[in-house]
């Protein structure tokens, strides 16, 4: 059975994220507990709260 691969590394801001998806291989990680999300926008000019649901959701 393959390791499980490596913990995600804690990114703190959407910089690192962005430095992180660019330049790693992202096959070394285990990413088994990800779950697809849904979200929604809204039109420019308006203001509004994103919420999660534990479902996974966004409304």
Do not use: C, N, W
Request: glycine residues 6%; proline residues 10%; without cysteine.
């Amino acid at each position: 059975m393959p390791s499980p691969g490596k913990a995600l590394p804690p990114l703190r801001t959407d910089d690192e994220a962005e430095h992180f998806v660019d330049t790693a291989d992202l096959s070394e990680y285990d990413l088994s507990d990800f779950r697809p999300m849904q979200f929604e926008f809204s039109k420019p000019g308006t203001s509004d709260i994103l919420r999660t649901h534990a479902s996974g959701t966004v409304r």
